[in-house]
């Protein structure tokens, strides 16, 4: 098994670099018809994304439904979310601090020579954002319809009726075994799915990386050198410490957990998903040695409730374009829209550009001019890439330590 996991590994990095490749080749010998080889090739990616999330519902379901009813003890399930939660809320608040503290010391975009002519690329960002508000909130994270959120992959949904389902299965006694083997077997069932699924992902990202290059080419890597620069910097500070406290809690193991994580990583880096990965996650997780059960009950919140590299883009980005317009943001401001952002990131979790939403949709809030994300789509895509593989990284290391707390607690 570890022999295919570093086959797999290596066939990614082959598809990497000959997308890179590709799209290079196209950009600058054959222009004219960059963008319809761009999309073309892009289905690629989509077709191996569609089928990810094709299964996410079904194994969140089955796998947090079991999680659940297999714990039995309903105290076990309290003490093993307050764990996930503090994680997950203090990873939260440390990432959108490291990006206002980088983003004022950097300063990216002050100063700067960009221009804003052109707004029509961000128009959609910002039809999305005229109903943001708490009650749009609320509706998403309280599912109307299990049907329906199931059909629009709504995790955070999900989970909320998973949770209630798994906990009313586990009053059941002895009659509810034979429906908790059942989803068991459905779990294993779609986690074979995954493996023959994952070997899709090297066209996956060759089709996705040879898009973006060809479409952008080598000069958006110098475009916008400052807010590129400074993001990197966050993203590798953020890296030192998520893997500093990892280390602190798992030790040397630690670095067995990032062994058996570096396809889901390298997958997430170049199809900017990490939704896409969720599948994989949960079979090196376990392997790894983490309890199914908790497996099965951490990852899914965290994928609502952890994502690292987009909490800190929140910040970064939203500073970033008021710096742009010369608005000034005091401390306290900042401050208070790191609270909102705390927040609102939660509401949108699970939408396909979750981060530049919020971004808009705070940035309105603040007085500061929402078409400015305009600036930012260009190289968007790019940033995504380091986002998305943080927020996998972010979640495997909180699954392991809630893993090991609760195995130190019953033991």
């Known amino acids: 098994m570890k022999s295919n996991n570093n086959k797999l590994f290596i066939a990614i990095i082959v598809a990497l670099v000959l997308g890179v490749i590709l799209g290079g080749i196209v950009h600058y010998q054959f222009a004219d018809s960059k963008e319809v080889f761009s999309k073309n090739i892009k289905l690629l990616g989509t077709i191996f994304i569609r089928m990810v999330q094709m299964i996410i519902a079904p194994l969140v379901f089955s796998t947090l439904v079991v999680g659940i009813a297999k714990m039995g003890d309903m105290k076990m399930v309290g003490r093993v979310g307050a764990k996930a939660m503090g994680w ?8 959108l601090l490291l990006g206002m503290v980088l983003v004022n010391t950097l300063a990216p975009g002050k100063g700067t020579n960009i221009k804003m002519d052109d707004t029509s690329s961000a128009s959609e ?3 999305k954002t005229q109903s943001f508000s708490l009650e749009e909130f609320v509706k998403h994270v309280v599912p109307k319809s299990i049907f329906e959120a199931f059909a629009t992959n709504e995790i955070l949904q999900i989970v909320i009726f998973s949770i209630l389902f798994g906990i009313a299965l586990s009053t059941l006694g002895k009659e509810g075994k034979s429906l908790i083997k059942l989803f068991d077997k459905i779990s294993h069932v779609v986690l074979k799915m995954v493996t023959y699924i994952m070997w899709l992902a090297p066209l996956g990202v060759f089709g996705a990386v040879a898009a973006a290059v060809a479409n952008y080419g080598f000069e958006i890597f110098s475009l916008y050198a400052n807010y590129l620069l400074a993001f990197a910097i966050g993203i590798i500070v953020l890296w030192i410490l998520l893997l500093f406290v990892g280390y602190l809690i798992l030790g040397k193991r630690l670095f067995t957990l990032l062994k058996r994580i570096k396809s889901p990583l390298l997958i997430a880096f170049s199809t900017t998903s990490s939704e896409a990965v969720f599948p994989k996650m949960v079979e090196e997780l376990e392997r790894f040695g983490c309890q199914p059960r908790i497996v099965s009950f951490t990852l899914p ?10 909490m800190m883009y929140m910040t970064f980005a939203s500073i970033f374009i008021a710096q742009v317009y010369g608005i000034d943001m005091p401390l306290d401001k ?6 909102v952002l705390m927040l609102t990131s939660k509401g949108v979790a699970g939408v396909p550009r979750a981060s530049l939403i919020v971004v808009v949709a705070t940035c309105a809030m603040f007085g500061i001019p929402p078409e400015g994300i305009a600036l930012i789509l260009p190289i968007d895509h790019f940033c995504d890439m380091a986002r998305s593989m943080t927020n996998v990284l972010g979640n495997a290391l909180a ?3 809630v893993d090991k707390w609760e195995t130190k607690t019953v033991n």
């Open 125 to 127: 960002l910002l039809e």
């Open 334 to 339: 900042q401050l208070t829209m790191l609270l």
């Open 399 to 401: 699954t392991s330590a």
């Open 301 to 310: 919140l965290g994928y609502s409730f952890n994502l690292d590299g987009s």
């Open 88 to 95: 997950f809320i203090s990873a939260s608040l440390v990432s």
